[in-house]
């Protein structure tokens, strides 16, 4: 008998993939389609739900037919996506907005600035265990409440990336704790939704969707989707996770102080714990895993970062057969370049930050003189990205003394110089893993979850926990970096004025 096979589905932010993924995590077939983010505005941030739908259909043809796998053979679905954006459904599932705010939407910000003037704001942060942040689903409803009042008065239920895919499958409208935790809406505590958090910010809890645990079988694939895909209906289908926690589960650690680092379009530092830490510079989400917290840090355009300077710098470089020489070539440039970049500093805020700044920040290259070609401009990105995630980092030993090292994993991870900067700027360990697609997987581990395929998460863990490669900071360089550390946060405290007033130009 064949091996059961798992259908991975992942909704991105740049990008909508599934793969076909085996019980002991290896991806046997994949197929991705590009997305683009559409910006009308500064600080906004959007996307078509129908564009989701319709590439994962084609996705999953595409993986179907690349390896002609037996209806039998394909077990259950797992779905995980980029997280906090409201998709809007009718009664009937109709999509009701063809754009919606993604996580790193930032124009909720007034709306949370008021909130947090008010006399609700401490009783909040003590139910939800968050500060508020434009990231949260919740104040990005209140926005399409204030702005499409019809929209939001048709609404049966919001349903975040994955879930309206989720619906898409079978039908059914569920949440799983990592989302709801994402949202402003959860209490904490109790695990399920507020009616305090709800009246204080005036939303109606009936438009949100029931909550379960991430690998619980929320039902099973459609017939209309079976003449659609190709699929074979019945296949049951997990809630899933948000694409950080499931990148998360997929390294393979789930012990109180392991940390993983998550390097894609955001980098995300992430602490797992038994208890989140409420206002205390981290923001803080449910685990996949039950009973587990995700205390973390994230800069929002990390990906976009290293992508605008490749297009500025690298734009038309090719190799002797005509291809692009892309990420390697920018690799084997940065690694030329002095550490410390000879003083300059980059600020990696092309879209805001979220907690340890302000929505308006702006991106900044800081200490520019005549001596800075582009190789030291490309290590200053990778960086400044990096000192942005040890501010968090910083945060984190405060409360769990003694972290040892940082498992990292995403697309940032392929970067070997980049691998180097980050030990040798957190002065930590750095290891990376096997595991490919690590968001892929985690989903395909969840639904492995919910049908029975392990007994429970941790004989599903032990599967995946194999080192690639560990990097170890090079001492010599650690009181340089230190003392551009110390620069660092002390200009971008100083940055918050003027970009404020910035904003007054858009």
Same mark, same amino acid.
Request: aromatic residues 10%; hydrophobic residues 40%; charged residues 25%.
């Given at each position: 008998?064949?091996?059961?096979?798992?259908?991975?589905?992942?909704?991105?932010?740049?990008?909508?993939?599934?793969?076909? /993924?085996?019980?002991?995590?290896?991806?046997?077939?994949?197929?991705?389609?590009?997305?683009?983010?559409?910006?009308?505005? /500064?600080?906004?941030?959007?996307?078509?739900?129908?564009?989701?739908?319709?590439?994962?259909?084609?996705?999953?043809?595409?993986?179907?037919?690349?390896?002609?796998?037996e209806h039998s053979e394909i077990v259950a679905i797992g779905v995980g996506g980029q997280m906090h954006a409201p998709v809007s459904i009718g009664q009937n599932g109709e999509l009701l907005s063809s754009r919606v705010q993604l996580w790193n939407d930032k124009r909720s910000n007034e709306i949370v600035e008021k909130f947090r003037k008010?006399?609700?704001?401490?009783?909040?942060?003590?139910?939800? *265990?968050? *500060? %508020?942040?434009?990231?949260?689903?919740?104040?990005?409803?209140?926005?399409?409440?204030?702005?499409?009042?019809?929209?939001?008065?048709?609404?049966?239920?919001?349903?975040?990336?994955?879930?309206?895919?989720?619906?898409?499958?079978?039908?059914?409208?569920?949440? =799983?704790?990592?989302?709801?935790?994402?949202?402003?809406?959860?209490?904490?505590?109790?695990?399920?939704?507020?009616?305090?958090?709800?009246?204080?910010?005036?939303?109606?809890?009936? #438009?949100? @969707?029931?909550?379960?645990?991430?690998?619980?079988?929320?039902?099973?694939?459609? &017939?209309?989707?079976?003449?659609?895909?190709?699929?074979?209906?019945?296949? %049951? !289908? !997990?809630?899933?996770? $948000?694409?950080l926690l499931c990148a998360v589960f997929a390294s393979g650690k789930s012990e109180r102080g392991d940390v993983v680092e998550v390097s894609g379009t955001g980098s995300a530092i992430c602490l797992i714990s038994d208890k989140p830490f409420a206002g205390r510079g981290l923001m803080n989400l449910r685990h996949v895993v039950i009973d587990?917290?995700? %205390? +973390?840090?994230?800069?929002?355009?990390?990906?976009?970062?290293?992508?605008?300077?490749?297009?500025?710098?690298?734009?038309?470089?090719?190799? $002797?057969?005509?291809?692009?020489?892309?990420?390697?070539?920018?690799?084997?440039?940065?690694?030329?370049?002095?550490?410390?970049?000879?003083?300059?500093?980059?600020?990696?805020?092309?879209?805001?930050?979220?907690?340890?700044?302000?929505?308006?920040?702006?991106? /900044?290259?800081?200490?520019?003189?005549?001596?800075?070609?582009?190789?030291?401009?490309?290590?200053?990105?990778?960086?400044?990205?990096?000192?942005?995630?040890?501010?968090?980092?910083?945060?984190?030993?405060? +409360?769990? @003394?003694?972290?040892?090292?940082?498992?990292?994993?995403?697309?940032?991870?392929?970067?070997?110089?980049?691998? *180097?900067?980050?030990?040798?700027?957190? *002065?930590? %360990?750095?290891?990376?893993?096997?595991?490919?697609?690590?968001?892929?997987?985690?989903?395909?581990?969840?639904?492995?979850?919910?049908?029975?395929? +392990? #007994?429970?998460? =941790?004989?599903?863990?032990?599967?995946?926990?194999?080192?690639?490669?560990?990097?170890?900071?090079?001492?010599? +360089?650690?009181?340089?970096?230190?003392?551009?550390?110390?620069?660092?946060?002390?200009?971008?405290?100083?940055?918050?004025? @003027?970009?404020? &007033?910035?904003?007054?130009?858009?």
């Open positions: 008998m064949k091996k059961p096979l798992l259908l991975s589905i992942d909704i991105g932010t740049l990008s909508i993939r599934a793969a076909l /993924v085996d019980s002991s995590g290896e991806v046997i077939a994949i197929s991705g389609i590009s997305e683009e983010i559409h910006s009308p505005h /500064v600080g906004w941030s959007e996307q078509d739900p129908d564009l989701w739908w319709d590439y994962t259909i084609k996705n999953i043809r595409n993986v179907l037919k690349e390896i002609q796998v008010g006399q609700s704001l401490k009783e909040a942060i003590q139910i939800t *265990q968050n *500060q %508020p942040l434009t990231s949260w689903a919740a104040f990005k409803i209140m926005w399409v409440k204030m702005h499409n009042a019809e929209i939001y008065n048709k609404t049966w239920k919001f349903l975040t990336p994955k879930d309206f895919i989720n619906y898409k499958l079978t039908g059914k409208a569920m949440t =799983d704790y990592s989302e709801a935790s994402g949202s402003y809406l959860m209490d904490a505590q109790r695990n399920n939704w507020s009616d305090d958090m709800a009246d204080m910010l005036e939303l109606d809890l009936s #438009k949100m @969707p029931e909550i379960c645990n991430s690998s619980h079988v929320i039902g099973k694939v459609t &017939k209309e989707v079976s003449m659609l895909t190709g699929l074979k209906e019945g296949i %049951p !289908v !997990v809630a899933g996770g $948000g694409d587990k917290w995700v %205390p +973390f840090g994230c800069v929002d355009a990390s990906g976009p970062s290293i992508e605008l300077f490749k297009e500025l710098f690298f734009p038309s470089e090719v190799d $002797g057969s005509g291809n692009s020489k892309g990420y390697k070539h920018i690799d084997e440039i940065a690694e030329s370049a002095e550490p410390g970049s000879h003083g300059l500093l980059y600020f990696p805020y092309l879209i805001g930050e979220r907690n340890l700044g302000i929505p308006e920040s702006k991106g /900044v290259f800081f200490g520019i003189s005549i001596i800075h070609d582009r190789g030291l401009f490309i290590r200053s990105v990778m960086e400044g990205i990096a000192f942005d995630n040890k501010r968090a980092l910083e945060i984190m030993e405060k +409360f769990i @003394p003694g972290i040892k090292s940082v498992i990292l994993t995403g697309g940032g991870a392929n970067s070997r110089i980049w691998n *180097q900067i980050r030990s040798d700027i957190y *002065q930590k %360990p750095i290891c990376t893993i096997h595991t490919k697609e690590s968001g892929i997987v985690g989903a395909a581990l969840l639904a492995a979850l919910g049908v029975g395929l +392990f #007994k429970n998460e =941790d004989s599903a863990l032990k599967k995946l926990f194999k080192i690639k490669d560990k990097y170890y900071p090079d001492t010599k +360089f650690k009181d340089r970096y230190n003392y551009m550390f110390d620069i660092f946060k002390e200009a971008h405290d100083l940055f918050e004025v @003027p970009f404020k &007033k910035l904003t007054h130009l858009s």
